[in-house]
C-alpha cells in the first residue's frame, strides 16, 4: 500500500511556472513508477508525464513539448513536476499515480488503467 501526498497546486499567471510534488511515506514508494494525469473541466482525464522507479526513463505527453520536466528525489521519496510557460490551457486538477514495475514500451504509462494507485488531485489554475 503506497499513500500519495500531493502539495504545490494553485494559481499561477500565463507565462509562469508552478511545481507540484507528489510524497509517500512508505519506503516501497522507491520501486513505483509515478505519473501526472491531469482532467479540465469537462474534458476527459489525460496523461502528463511520468518517471520510472529509478528515475532513468522519463516519459511525456505531446504537448508538454519539454515544458514540464519530472525527477524524483528518493532522499525526500518525493516526485515532482514542474510547470514551465503555463498557458490557460494547462488549467486542471493534476492526479500524481503510481505503479509497481517497469515496462520497456513507454506507451503504457499513458494508460490510466496500469496505475495501482492515485493521489486524491491537486487544482492548479493559469490564469491573469
Known sequence: QVHLIQSGGGLVQPGGSLRLSCAASERAFKDYAVGWFRQAPGKDREFVAAIS???????????????????????????????????????????????????SDGSYYSLPSMYDYWGLGTQVTVSS
Not at 516526485?79 to 505503479?99: H, I, K, R, S
Open 53 to 103: 522507479w529509478n528515475g532513468e526513463h522519463t516519459y511525456f505527453a505531446d504537448f508538454v513539448k519539454g515544458r514540464f520536466p519530472i525527477s524524483r528525489d528518493s532522499a525526500d521519496n518525493t516526485v515532482y513536476l514542474t510547470l514551465n510557460t503555463a498557458e490557460p490551457g494547462d488549467t486542471a486538477v493534476y492526479y500524481c499515480v503510481a505503479l509497481l514495475g517497469h515496462y
